[in-house]
């Protein structure tokens, strides 16, 4: 009889339970020296496009499924993210390109599997300057308690209490040349109540604009920064692992599969609007800053159970984690954050609303 393999059980044994450290360690993040290369560009390939108009490999096994809001949020019931086939993530990424955000209860995937699940959508990414578990650089954890918030105040000097929660949205690492797009995030342990997230819609959030600032936006470019979070490392004394973290990127962009464009700006990243004098970049930015935040007719918000998952398209939405818990408990999850295509705007494209209302009427029709 063969011996068992040696590694493969080493490596079993030695598997960490996220969930368990937050619980008993609390901030259980490493901070390594280890540096990194600049991002190098490379060719996305979107699941999505090999998806299913019909997504029927989703809709007829799961249990349930009904959308959260008419523009964004769709819940599934009934699968395990951790058994799905590749021609279900490939539905999958096809739904969440044009729902925006989908959600799953219940879910048994561990952080490994959910590695390997995100590898499916592009390559992981390793953030700049966040910790991260041990030996698990491609992972990003969402840990907030009171102790932990006064020890980010304390070193950085960054005051959750002091910020408003219109400051909050964002899309994740859109400083980077290529950024985040297909995302998922598992929360496993919640304070008793609150810490609930929203996402908005930047199919949406461009539909809701005029037809004339519609047009002035498309075209221009913004620029993108992670200054700030570069700025809160050196302050706690943590290394920046890579050189650059600007990029600049179309106000909006056009989904590479969809086709819809979307507003593609936000409050934590997009710092200015190329070739505008800072006047005018400011009070466009801000304009934009406040549609967003105050698109209550295009957001959703998710109320958490513990092993909630979300899987989101970075590329057309922003979302925000409510902070009226860190006062009164603990919320702990860790996120997996494969990279997209570099953004870009395709004059030909259409909206969301332009396109469904001529599938629609061309359905009418037939």
Do not use: C
Not at 259 to 264: E, I
Request: glycine share 8%; aromatic share 12%.
């Amino acid at each position: 009889m063969a011996p068992p393999n040696t590694d493969a059980v080493i490596q079993e044994f030695e598997k960490l339970n996220l969930q368990q450290l937050a619980r008993t360690e609390g901030n259980y993040l490493v901070y390594p020296k280890t540096k990194y290369p600049a991002l190098e560009n490379f060719e996305h390939h979107d699941p999505a496009h090999r998806g299913d108009p019909n997504k029927a490999s989703i809709f007829k096994n799961a249990t349930k499924v009904f959308d959260l809001t008419p523009h964004i949020g769709t819940e599934i019931h009934g699968l395990q993210l951790s058994q799905l086939t590749d021609q279900q993530k490939d539905d999958l990424a096809l739904l969440v390109a044009e729902r925006g955000v989908v959600f799953f209860r219940d879910q048994d995937i561990d952080v490994y599997q959910a590695r390997e699940f995100g590898k499916h959508f592009g390559p992981l990414h390793v953030h700049n300057t966040f910790g991260h578990p041990e030996g698990l650089p491609e992972v990003h954890v969402v840990y907030f308690d009171s102790e932990y918030t006064k020890k980010i105040k304390d070193t950085t000097g960054f005051d959750l209490d002091l910020r408003s929660a219109a400051q909050g949205w964002h899309s994740d690492v859109t400083y980077e040349p290529q950024p985040a797009g297909l995302t998922l995030l598992k929360i496993d342990t919640l304070p008793y109540s609150g810490g609930d997230t929203l996402w908005s819609s930047g199919y949406t959030a461009y539909d809701r604009l005029s037809p004339a600032f519609q047009k002035f936006l498309e075209g221009l470019q913004a620029v993108h920064s992670g200054q700030g979070q570069v700025d809160e490392a050196n302050r706690a004394g943590h290394t920046v692992r890579r050189d650059h973290w600007t990029a600049i990127h179309p106000v909006v962009r056009t989904h590479p599969v969809t086709g819809w464009k979307s507003l593609f700006v936000q409050y934590g990243f997009t710092k200015s609007i190329v070739g505008l004098p800072k006047k005018e970049s400011d009070a466009i930015l801000n304009f934009l800053f406040d549609h967003i935040a105050g698109g209550a007719d295009f957001q959703v918000r998710f109320k958490w159970e513990e092993n909630s998952v979300a899987v989101w398209d970075n590329r057309v939405t922003n979302h925000n984690a409510i902070f009226d818990y860190i006062h009164f408990g603990r919320r702990h999850g860790w996120r997996i954050t494969p990279l997209g295509e570099k953004p870009y705007f395709d004059p030909n494209s259409k909206s969301r609303k332009q396109d469904l209302a001529e599938k629609q009427k061309a359905e009418n029709k037939s």
